[in-house]
């Protein structure tokens, strides 16, 4: 297989993890941030796989499935609370969960 | 291989790239597909096929899909898309973050590039390896994660249920 240095998958991961951090801080529409917030996990689960990578153990694959099942959970309550914000102020826009009351 | 990942680190990022900058909810989520599956390629060349696989069918497949179910259930209006665009265009509202990140991005890069790099070993986890650890040291975690997963069950049906005589209703029923 291949013999990629971790350095360079580390970077990888920290160019995909800023990207998604950029986007969760650029965007205003809520869909677009929960989606930016996969993109971070993904690029953390990255950075897990190449330090199972590095050294060999599948330790860093259970790390993966732990960070996959936790997306999996925050994305099915966050996009329930899109909906929710949706039908109440008929807008994305995260501005307007400021005024979410009661 | 390693141009193998060289190519799928390419196509990752500037598909992560179109993702976060498209105004349209259904093109970014297309370019974020296209960025998992290079992602799922990255993790098969780094000896994680099994959780390339896992890749591909969870993250591709069913977290994906889900977020398509959202796009559809809220109606893409070209409306909301023009509204999403005017936002992006708006100089002031990504240069400040944006550049911050890059700074962020850039030390990080200068962090793992200042230590020698060493070539990883060649070191291929089969999936019998990957299950003897998950549920060895590893069981507890496993049982919590599947609490977790119960709770975010419950969580999604108690917010996304609707009580009759609320203000709000289904969407299809108002303007």
């Known amino acids: 297989m291949a013999t990629v240095p971790m350095e360079q998958v580390l970077i990888v991961a920290g160019v995909l993890f800023v990207l998604g951090l950029a986007g969760v801080l650029m965007r205003r529409n809520i869909l677009f941030v929960l989606l930016s917030l996969e993109i971070m996990l993904n690029a953390a689960g990255l950075a897990f796989i190449a330090a199972g990578y590095r050294w060999g153990q599948a330790d860093g694959q259970v790390m993966f499935i732990f960070i996959l099942s936790m997306a999996a959970a925050e994305v099915s309550v966050g996009l329930a609370l899109v909906l929710r914000l949706h039908d109440r102020f008929r807008t994305l826009d995260s501005q307007a969960a400021g005024k979410m009351r009661g | 291989m390693n141009e193998v990942f060289y190519a799928s680190s390419a196509i990752a990022i500037a598909a992560t790239l179109m993702a976060v900058t498209r105004p349209n909810a259904v093109h970014a989520l297309i370019y974020l597909i296209v960025s998992l599956l290079a992602v799922a390629v990255i993790f098969y060349v780094l000896g994680a096929q099994f959780v390339a696989a896992l890749e591909v069918i969870i993250y591709a497949g069913a977290i994906m899909v889900l977020f398509l179910f959202a796009v ?33 991005l850039g030390e990080l890069i200068y962090v ?6 060493q070539a990883a070993g060649v070191q291929v986890v ?23 997963l119960l709770a975010g069950l419950v969580g999604a049906y108690h ?16 303007g």
Request: no cysteine.
């Open chain 2, 72 to 104: 559809m259930m809220l109606g893409l209006t070209p409306e909301s898309i023009e509204q999403e665009g005017r936002w992006l265009l708006a100089p002031g509202a990504w240069i400040g973050p944006s550049l911050l990140a890059a700074i962020l």
């Open chain 2, 112 to 117: 793992l590039t200042a230590t020698d790099g």
């Open chain 2, 126 to 148: 089969d999936p019998r390896q990957f299950g003897m650890t998950l549920f060895g040291p590893y069981l507890l975690g496993v049982e919590l994660a599947s609490l977790l």
């Open chain 2, 159 to 174: 917010l996304g249920r609707r009580t009759p005589g609320e203000p709000g209703g289904r969407p299809g029923e108002e």
